[in-house]
T-cell receptor, first 112, second 108 residues
């Protein structure tokens, strides 16, 4: 079964902690994306990567970091510099020849 | 600033009626247009995409694109309570630009 997995489903962070959200895909997609969604809002792009070992900042990259060491994996770290990290985080992927993005189930991050 | 605008709703439609969702975009260079459905607490799922002016039908769903007027719409025929969700419009000149979504409520 091809798809995108994200873990954990729910994550709680204390003030000042860094946390890492996992995103894995077995669709053989080249491009991967991280979005943040706040209640009642659309999707805002954090980072994206079109190829292994390369990634670009999106609209709201401050306080976040990513890596792309493998085609299948694109983890997102929410650092302590992100002052308001409570949100729903969505990972997506697409083939380079396509524009349709497919999403993982999401991770809901809450700051305690 | 490239923008995609949607009425946030909620749009309330009786069961069995046609639901009409609209989206306008600012970048005339946009080439691809997508409609996603998002249930509360879930991730978006692709419903339809359209690249050319005119209508594209898929079952109960019809996407309509008018590049001259810079709008794209989604019609849902024979609306069902299970269609109640937020519908996101996304447009790509290069990277996807997302609207904030329209909340649709189908009343039995």
């Amino acid at each position: 079964d091809g798809g995108i997995t994200q873990s954990p489903k729910y994550l709680f962070r204390k003030e000042g902690q860094n946390v890492t959200l996992s995103c894995e895909q077995n669709l053989n997609h080249d491009a991967m994306y991280w979005y943040r969604q706040d209640p009642g809002q659309g999707l805002r792009l954090i980072y994206y990567s079109q190829i292994v070992n390369d990634f670009q900042k999106g609209d709201i990259a401050e306080g976040y970091s990513v890596s792309r060491e493998k085609k299948e994996s694109f983890p997102l770290t929410v650092t302590s510099a992100q002052k308001n990290p409570t949100a729903f985080y969505l990972c997506a992927s697409t083939g380079l020849a396509d524009n349709e993005q497919f999403f993982g189930p999401g991770t809901r991050l809450t700051v305690l | 600033q490239k923008e995609v605008e949607q009425n946030s709703g909620p749009l309330s439609v009786p069961e069995g009626a046609i639901a009409s969702l609209n989206c306008t975009y600012s970048d005339r260079g946009s080439q691809s247009f997508f409609w996603y459905r998002q249930y509360s607490g879930k991730s978006p799922e692709l419903i339809m995409f359209i690249y050319s002016n005119g209508d594209k039908e898929d079952g109960r769903f019809t996407a309509q694109l008018n590049k001259a007027s810079q709008y794209v719409s989604l019609l849902i025929r024979d609306s069902q309570p299970s269609d109640s969700a937020t519908y996101l419009c996304a447009v790509t000149p290069d990277q996807l630009i997302w609207g904030a979504g329209t909340k649709l409520i189908i009343k039995p």
